[in-house]
């Protein structure tokens, strides 16, 4: 029989790092998992929870150090346990369905030979397959499975376990490293799959419940389970359930906190707005929570209570920073706070105090693709060209790169496809630019057409910078093209007669604008230029006439009677 490569316990020439794994029959998957480590880690801590199968023989004959843990119901509980055996100064989780990427080893190391006095954690793209033959990529998500082995750090929660600290005054720091990858092939099928894998936690919530009835944890992680299960009134049954026993319970707040925070969100997701907003209300007089302040405020943006959900996130920032991150609750940060304030701010038109929030943010985390494309956009409008270039550039660059491919920012919502939002960042860079370097604003508006041959805008001005470059005849056929494919595109008359009044054409000018009245005769900007243009002609009562159109079509003035023979001569 040929005879397993093994897991090397100890290196001596480099830091040590350890595998810390809880495991139950993974015969399957185990000796992948361990083999795709060999060579990188220093021990291989492997716990047991009850295997029936090979899996205990398969991690001592591959080298693995083996323990043995009762399963209580509380995945938590086993991964401290399975922490506390680990001898190495850092720790790299995986599951057994899981194998380090071999192109990670090298910048893995290089983090493990930092030196860390405080609880920091690295975010890891964990890639989950769809199909193992053609390592098909479903999708990817930023998880920490890559950190130092500091006392304080832990993990809580029997079900869907979290990595923190158990001292709130010191947050575990995260750190995002997309280009460090872990192969991820439990869910193949995805769907099937994962159902089970729910259904199987959803039995060891009920077991817990049975050992307990009157266990607030089990209720709000059986309502969790629910959800995901698509069970929407049975979930909000169950966390209306951990509501009411966490209540009395002073040791309860964070539970408590959660558990109305995840009524409240799923009853806005049900449309039911007024009872959500009353729930995360009056739970805010129960539990002074930042994760409640923020339940409060992503219920008043789903209502479009935009001014009320931005003192409310500022509310929970406040607790936050004098609390610590760690009290904000799942998925909820610091950075995640700036930027949904910041966002806000944006819609409501105040760019400067969002580009104040969206700066904060990008200092506290991970500098994504979408928080360059953001803080670009902001500083392109603000007029901040260097800064937008800087942004908006990054922004493309990391949007093409393998390691940013499918990984998207929780924290900023798009709603437009990858290459939509890449031809706006050329677009925009085309209009800062487009002043000092007419060359180059040429070739991003192309660069935007490429992308998205549909946007308008991207062909208007590619037209712009033809005129600029002194090639109008290039900048006319363009928009005569783009004029036959759609008559009713105002923006394409109106550029064709800007053009023409850059050549002094101005009755040219004029003529191209009567005609589009016969296609677009209620856009007030086709009347605007033609007042200017008259105007320049000295022909006064045309001009009056068309301002006075251009006034109608906007709805500002009320005209009863509008005089046919002056408008046709206008």
């Known amino acids: 029989m040929k005879k397993q490569p093994q897991v090397k316990k100890r290196r001596t020439d480099r830091p040590l790092l350890s595998l810390v794994m809880i495991v139950k029959d993974e015969e399957e998957y185990?000796?992948?998992?361990?083999?795709?480590?060999?060579?990188?880690?220093?021990?291989?801590?492997?716990?047991?929870?009850g295997s029936s199968d090979r899996t205990v023989q398969i991690a001592r004959r591959m080298g693995a150090t083996v323990y043995h843990f009762p399963w209580n119901n509380d995945f938590s509980a086993a991964r401290n346990y399975a922490l506390a055996q680990a001898h190495g100064r850092w720790?790299?989780?995986l599951d057994a369905d899981e194998e380090i990427?071999?192109?990670?080893f090298s910048l893995i190391r290089e983090i493990v030979t930092q030196a860390a006095d405080s609880p920091v954690s690295y975010l890891i793209a964990v890639r989950n397959y769809r199909d193992l033959a053609s390592r098909e990529i479903d999708g990817i998500l930023l998880q920490p499975r890559l950190f130092y082995r500091h006392p304080l750090v832990t993990y809580v929660r029997p079900i869907h376990e979290i990595?923190?600290?158990?001292?709130?005054a010191v947050p575990l720091r995260t750190i995002a490293r997309p280009d460090i990858a872990i192969n991820h092939?439990?869910?193949?099928?995805?769907?099937?799959l994962a159902r089970r894998k729910i259904e199987r936690n959803l039995a060891a919530a009920q077991a817990a419940l049975e050992l307990d009835p009157e266990d607030p944890y089990s209720y709000y992680d059986m309502g969790r389970l629910q959800q995901a299960l698509g069970n929407a009134e049975k979930a909000l049954s169950l966390y209306m359930e951990a509501v009411r026993l966490a209540a009395p319970r002073s040791t309860s707040t964070t539970l408590l906190a959660d558990s109305i925070a995840?009524?409240?969100l799923l009853q806005s997701r049900m449309g039911r707005q007024e009872a959500a907003l009353q729930l995360a209300t009056q739970g805010l007089k129960s539990v002074d929570s930042a994760y409640l302040w923020w339940t409060l405020a992503s219920i008043e943006l789903n209502g479009g209570q935009r001014d009320e959900a931005i003192s409310h996130l500022r509310e929970a920032l406040k607790r936050v920073d004098e609390r610590g991150e760690a009290a904000i609750g799942l998925s909820v940060t610091r950075r995640s706070l700036h930027l949904q304030i910041g966002q806000a701010l944006q819609d409501k038109g105040e760019a400067e105090q969002a580009k104040e929030h969206f700066e904060r943010a990008f200092n506290l985390g991970a500098q994504t693709p979408e928080i360059h494309f953001a803080l670009g956009g902001l500083c392109a409008n603000l007029g901040i060209s260097e800064d937008a270039i800087a942004h908006l550039r990054a922004y493309l660059e990391k949007s093409a790169s393998p390691l940013w491919r499918g990984i998207r920012d929780p924290d900023v919502h798009f709603h437009k496809p990858l290459a939509q939002t890449q031809a706006m960042a050329c677009l925009l860079l085309n209009k800062v630019v487009a002043d000092e370097?007419?060359?180059?604003?040429?070739?991003?508006?192309e660069r935007a057409i490429l992308l998205d041959n549909g946007l308008l805008e991207a062909q208007v001005q590619k037209a712009k910078a033809l005129a600029s470059l002194k090639r109008p005849q290039e900048a006319y056929d363009l928009l005569y093209?783009?004029?036959?494919?759609?008559l009713l595109k105002a923006a394409i008359w109106l550029e064709i007669a800007m053009l023409l009044r850059g050549e002094e054409e101005i009755e040219a000018a004029l003529a191209v604008l009567a005609e589009a009245i016969g296609y677009v005769d209620n856009d007030p900007r086709i009347y605007q230029m033609m007042g200017s243009l008259l105007l320049t002609l000295r022909r006064y009562e045309d001009s009056t006439n068309a301002f006075q159109l251009a006034l109608y079509h906007q709805g500002d003035v009320a005209l009863e009677q509008v005089d046919a023979p002056a408008t046709r001569g206008a």
């Open 30 to 49: 185990l000796p992948r998992c361990l083999l795709s480590a060999r060579g990188l880690v220093d021990e291989a801590i492997v716990v047991d929870t």
């Open 91 to 93: 720790v790299l989780h």
């Open 101 to 104: 990427d071999a192109s990670s």
């Open 163 to 168: 990595l923190t600290t158990s001292d709130l």
């Open 185 to 192: 092939f439990g869910y193949i099928p995805e769907v099937v």
């Open 262 to 264: 995840s009524a409240a």
């Open 437 to 445: 370097d007419k060359e180059a604003a040429l070739e991003w508006a």
């Open 481 to 486: 093209e783009l004029l036959q494919k759609d």
